[in-house]
């Protein structure tokens, strides 16, 4: 029998704490940095929007062009940073590049969006130029925004199904930042620093992320140094990671209808919303925090549930269907006298003294985003095979799912409200949910 000697002992005690620190230390420096980017990211948005509804107007086509433009690049991002971080030796050292990138362009935005469209044209007010413009202008950072996801989930090494309840932790915390970048910038850094100071300021607070990240970069460098920085052979796959031509058909129906049907809810509620509260450029960033902090909330249920073997996927994805259903179809028939009993039409006229409330209303009516989002996870989890890598498995989805945020808002703020109005469009969207989350 072999014994171990106590300095043996001791020594092995020593390497488990240190390698448990520097994972502790690993994880929190990529939390905070996902927090700052939801952030940043987030302010980037409500400055943006500001200044196109100084352009086109502020009513519910300039907020649909806006979520548009952004959804768009964020889609395009979420391929190239899918195929980038499966070519790449040095995940960090992307992100690190991305996000000086998006912090110096965003510096330069305020100008480039006022002048753009008096470069090009100063009289034509036809939307669909205004979308085309500023799309391009802002493709750069909504790309390099949308790449960071796929990035970090290579930078944590996920793969298989474990890589559901991974995603719903960080993705959660990047939109938990994301909530807090809308309120803080709204109603707070706008009214004080004003628009050009606000990109200022979030610029300056983004490149935070590449100090945070330094740490892990020269970790990275002298794991990684004797390899380029991308190999340009194809990825080898797993076999049994290859998706039959059905499922992935399936998998990417699936994807663009779910993302269609969350950003079909955004444009609906801010219609709704709008009735009630008035096209006020406040009414935007409350209902997109409200429906950030649901989502975030949305992810880490998802997450937890991906975690809880002894109920079967199916019954859960139903479960939540069911739930957002439920809560969707209520919503719609709740009497406008409650709404007048509560003091609706008082309370407008004390904006923003009564941002409590309309952010309680707004989180109340956008419930069902709670149960959407967390099933999100779920759908990971089902389309995943086991062995693929994680940042292959979330790019996927999420370009496919962005997509569909992209026509979301796009076909329903610009074709299904005008044509059958609120009702005809809202519950049919929920309808499609059990479609886009069962393979």
């Known amino acids: 029998m072999k014994f171990e000697s106590s300095s043996d002992t001791s020594m092995l005690k020593i390497n488990q704490l240190m390698i448990s620190r ?17 952030a940043t990211s987030l302010s980037y948005q ?11 107007g502020v009513d519910a086509i300039s907020v649909t062009i806006t979520v548009a433009i952004f959804m768009l690049g964020l889609a395009f991002g979420t391929y190239v940073g899918r195929k980038l971080s499966e070519l790449t030796f040095r995940p960090i050292l992307l992100y690190f590049a991305f996000e000086l990138i998006i912090s110096f362009y965003a510096l330069e935005s305020y100008s480039l969006l006022k002048e753009a469209r008096g470069f090009f044209f100063s009289s034509v007010t036809v939307y669909y130029y205004d979308f085309i413009l500023y799309a391009c202008v802002l493709f750069i950072p909504t790309c390099l925004m949308g790449a960071g996801v796929p990035i970090i989930m290579k930078v ?44 200022e300021l979030s610029a300056y607070f983004n490149l935070l992320i590449p100090v945070l990240i330094l740490p892990l970069l020269w970790m990275e460098f002298k794991a990684q140094r004797q390899k380029p920085l991308f190999n340009f052979k194809t990825p080898t796959t797993p076999k049994n990671a290859v998706f039959s031509k059905s499922k992935h058909l399936t998998m990417v129906i699936s994807a663009i209808l779910y993302g269609f049907v969350t950003l079909s809810l955004e444009i609906i509620m ?10 006020r450029s406040i009414i935007f960033p409350i209902l997109l925090a409200s429906f950030l902090l ?33 809560v969707l179809v209520s919503l719609f028939w709740i009497p406008e006298s409650y709404l007048l009993d509560i003091g609706i039409n008082q309370r407008i006229a ?19 985003v709670i149960f959407l989002s967390s099933l999100f996870p779920l759908f990971i989890r089902s389309s995943a095979t086991e062995n693929e890598a994680g940042e292959t498995i979330v790019g996927r989805i999420l370009f496919y799912s962005t997509i569909g945020n992209f026509l979301g808002a796009t076909i329903t703020g610009l074709i299904l409200l005008p044509m059958i109005g609120t009702m005809g469009t809202g519950l049919p969207r929920v309808c499609l949910t059990p479609n886009s989350v069962t393979m």
């Open 270 to 279: 801010f219609r709704v919303l709008s009735n009630y509260f008035g096209t």
């Open 46 to 56: 409500i400055v943006w929007q500001r200044i196109l509804a100084q352009e086109i």
């Open 350 to 368: 004390r904006i923003p003294r009564e941002l409590p409330f309309f952010f309680i209303v707004t989180s109340c009516a956008l419930l069902p």
């Open 294 to 326: 649901n989502m975030a909330i949305g992810e880490w249920i998802g997450a937890a549930l991906c975690r809880l073997k002894k109920i079967s996927l199916n019954f859960k994805i139903l479960f939540l269907y069911a739930l957002s259903l439920t």
């Open 156 to 199: 944590l090494g996920s793969n298989g199904k474990a890589t559901s309840s991974v995603f719903g932790l960080i993705y959660g915390i990047n939109l938990a930042g994301a909530f807090a970048g809308t309120l803080l910038t709204s109603f707070l850094v706008v009214e004080k620093f004003g628009l050009s100071g606000s990109l």
């Open 22 to 38: 520097y994972f502790v230390l690993y994880g929190s420096l990529i939390s905070i940095s996902l927090f700052i980017s939801g």
